[in-house]
């Protein structure tokens, strides 16, 4: 199977590449935002731990199916 259409797919790149643009519009907006911003700022600082265990976790859910047997060799 074509690696790029793997990826497209992958639930764990697509985590990843909303994480990456919450940051950059965090860092953007805050360049010319108020004070309302700290608390948009804190509220994503919040949740990229959880973008980082979800990442995690499906990675490791994929291993798991892999050495079952489950996902098809590539």
Do not use: C, H
């Amino acid at each position: 199977m074509n690696p790029w259409t793997l990826l497209l797919q992958s639930r764990k790149f697509w985590l990843l590449i909303l994480d990456t643009i919450m940051s950059l519009a965090l860092y953007f907006i805050g360049k010319y935002a108020g004070a309302a911003f700290e608390d948009v700022k804190l509220v994503v600082l919040a949740l990229q731990p959880i973008f980082l265990m979800l990442i995690y976790a499906i990675a490791k859910e994929d291993a798991a199916a892999k050495s079952a047997g489950l996902l098809p060799p590539k």
